[in-house]
């Protein structure tokens, strides 16, 4: 029996980096998370130690930081394909690059009814996510978002489900439907004036849309009509993927305490939680390739 090597890539995980356009007096801040792999024929540094073909990891991370000085790293996408198109472009052995970033918020200090200029308050309901993968024949942008915490206090019911010996559950014509949302969208081949902040801030918008207004029988079904909104709404946008773990609300027993509990207090139970995962995609959509592993090689 032989053994032969895998799949494999290397790169610097977490560079944390802030840029500060100072252009003006009045500043601007990117705030981002960035992990760089790179793809190639660098079997020798696994199979006998050989590094000749092999950019450090260091030097990927220097590299960050030289891009972003370079290119202004908003819209993130932008920069993460740009920095992809170094590594392939530029660097002889590296046939592939992944490029993953999550980026932090940050708002303006309000001082005297008006945003400073340069001090800011780190905020955000999410953070925004990127991942680049530039491979032969084939470039994917994974735009997308997690931690996004989004709760309607009605609109959901939960019932006729299955039941068995051991179901406990009750069913239920309204409830708190919660969840700590993470979405991700495909875009494959992207057009060069593609705007990536305003397709960020218009998916979010239709997705947010469908969750508050649709009568839901199911967070599932709340997942599905998001997904198909997104992709309704860009035709951009080959394929939408989501994770949704419920963050039950459980309507306080008030039997006890000779008081009545109208649907008005709730127990917040983080554990254990059902994870309720989906997709939509375009029929005919180009093939995803690897635009959906993440920096470690896992789906």
């Known amino acids: 029996m032989s053994i032969v090597l895998g799949p494999y890539q290397y790169g610097k995980a977490e560079i944390r980096l802030v840029r500060i ?4 007096p009045r500043h601007e801040i990117t705030d981002l ?11 020798g540094a696994y199979l006998d130690g050989d590094q000749r073909t092999s950019l450090p990891t260091d030097s990927q991370k220097n590299t960050a930081y030289v891009w972003a000085k370079k290119l202004n790293p908003d819209p993130i996408e932008a920069y993460g394909l740009s920095l992809a198109h170094h590594f392939v472009d530029d660097v002889g052995p590296v046939e592939g690059a992944r490029i993953e970033i999550e980026r932090f918020d940050w708002t303006r200090v309000t001082i005297d009814g008006r945003p400073h200029d340069h001090t800011f308050v780190r905020t955000g309901q999410e953070v925004r996510t990127a ?10 942008v994974v735009q997308g978002f997690k931690d996004l915490i989004v709760l309607k206090s009605t609109g959901s019911h939960y019932r006729d489900f299955l039941v068995e010996e051991y179901t406990t559950l009750r069913p239920t ?5 919660a969840t700590s949302l993470t979405a991700k969208w495909r875009v494959t081949e992207p057009s060069a004036d593609l705007d990536w902040n305003a397709m960020y801030a218009g998916v979010m918008a239709v997705m ?23 992709l309704e709404a860009y035709p951009e946008i080959a394929e939408i993927r989501l994770v949704a773990p419920n963050k039950h609300h459980f309507e306080v027993d008030f039997s ?18 059902g994870l309720i995962q989906a997709s939509a995609l375009r029929e005919g959509a180009a093939p995803a390739g690897d635009a959906w592993l993440d920096y470690t090689g896992s789906v």
């Open 131 to 140: 991942a680049i993968t530039l491979e032969p024949g084939a470039t994917h």
């Open 208 to 230: 947010l849309e469908q969750f508050a207004t649709l009568d839901s029988s199911a967070l599932q079904e709340t997942l599905w009509h998001m997904g198909r909104a997104a």
């Open 173 to 177: 014509d309204d409830r708190i439907l």
């Open 256 to 273: 006890r305490f000779d008081e009545d509990n109208h649907n008005e207090v709730f127990h917040a139970d983080d554990r254990p939680y």
């Open 21 to 24: 356009v100072r252009d003006t």
């Open 33 to 43: 998370n960035v992990s760089t792999a790179l793809r190639g024929d660098f079997s």
